[in-house]
């Protein structure tokens, strides 16, 4: 199979890459292609959200992947680029502790289900989509500019990683290293599932914490408990308030 980035096709402007992609995996694009776009006029997020990208600043791909693993193990294909991005950010400078050591790994977090923050606020999301036999992995990660930058209504809830990082970074750069990161992640999680989802408990900011669940942005809560991490197949287990654990597929994690 080719490897994940072999063909780019790049857009200076598109509604959505989700959407190119879908059309060019009905025309039989291979393994590996990845749309890019440096404008999405109408990027979508998971739950039907708009993913909004601040234009020449940001980056915002999808993957079209034909080399799937088991049915089971779908549920974890959405992790694969946020794991891919924090794998990334590793290998970049960022702010030195008081013994003067570089320790990205201890800022940039993952978040259930498939989110990427740094103290709580946003810098990458990641949607996933079964289209035939094809899946589209979408990734939308804010690189450069400040928080201002921002849409108004994503400033106290998303960040860049020029913020995060103190300096502006080559988005050609970040999107090979990303991309790089992305193929080795999906080859984990093709031959060692159970590699993948340890690497994800390691950096889940909820995994552990006291949580509330809703079914979406603003919508009402599903439930509250203690975050205990993902099953074999991605899903979270937490345990409620009552004592009983629960299995949930999708929602909305914030910390209580």
Do not use: F
Request: aromatic share 2%; with cysteine.
């Amino acid at each position: 199979m080719p490897s994940i980035g072999h063909r780019l096709i790049r857009l200076p402007e598109t509604p959505s890459t989700i959407d190119v992609a879908r059309t060019l995996a009905d025309e039989g694009a291979e393994h590996g292609t990845v749309v890019l776009a440096d404008r999405q006029t109408a990027g979508r997020g998971r739950r039907g959200r708009t993913w909004t990208t601040v234009p020449g600043k940001s980056l915002a791909a999808t993957v079209i992947l034909r080399e799937l693993p088991p049915a089971d193990d779908l549920g974890l294909a959405g992790m694969i680029a946020a794991l891919a991005v924090v794998r990334a950010v590793r290998r970049w400078e960022g702010p030195h502790d008081a013994a003067g050591v570089i320790r990205p790994a201890s800022y940039v977090r993952t978040k259930w289900p498939n989110d990427v923050v740094v103290s709580g606020r946003k810098v990458a999301g990641t949607l996933a989509e079964l289209h035939r036999d094809a899946l589209l992995l979408s990734l939308g990660l804010n690189i450069n500019g400040t928080e201002e930058d921002l849409p108004d209504d994503l400033r106290d809830s998303a960040t860049t990683l020029e913020a995060v990082l103190g300096r502006p970074l080559n988005r050609e750069e970040v999107t090979a290293q990303v991309l790089g990161e992305m193929e080795e992640c999906w080859r984990v999680l093709l031959e060692s599932p159970g590699r993948l989802i340890a690497e994800w408990e390691t950096l889940d900011v909820t995994r552990g914490k006291e949580v509330v669940v809703r079914g979406g942005s603003g919508a009402a809560i599903l439930s509250c408990g203690r975050a205990l991490g993902i099953d074999p197949h991605g899903r979270l287990r937490l345990l409620t308030v009552e004592g009983k654990e629960l299995l949930l597929d999708a929602g909305d994690v914030a910390l209580a």
